[in-house]
């Protein structure tokens, strides 16, 4: 009866410990990327944000990012867009050159470096997570966070 006792404590503490390891863990999906594209100082109308697409081409093939859209509540107000898979498809496929696509006009580069970092990498790593982001730029230039918005970091982008 104490060997029995002996292994499920011991069992016990080892999924505590373990459970706990993971919870505290680098942060595993990537972080969403946030931003808000601005024309002549004002952000883009809602019926031009109600029909952008994301997307990108992999071995010649066009395909859409599907989780693509506006952010919910305060910054569906203020015109925020986002997506998640942009981390995964940068950082697991090293796809990097995305294109914002509108109903009408011509489509806009936009660069997000994701890198996809080990276990190890990842906990020394500023964001504590597995897919830091690295670097994004809209046409060609290089985004910086809008300082006014400070729950998520959410990049600016400015369209001629």
Known sequence: MKILFLFLSLGFLLISFTCKRDLNGPY???HSLFFLIKKGGSRLPDSILDNMKLYYYQNG??????DFG???DEGHNLGILTTRDIGL???NDNIKNFYIEYLYGQPDPLFADYRH???DAAKQDPCYCYYPIQQVKFNGQIASTDPSI????VYLFYKP
């Open 150 to 153: 400070t729950q998520e970091p």
């Open 89 to 91: 498809k940068s950082g």
């Open 28 to 30: 595993l999906p990537p």
């Open 70 to 72: 506006r952010a919910t």
């Open 117 to 119: 970092l080990s276990t």
């Open 61 to 66: 093939v066009k395909t859409y990012l599907s």
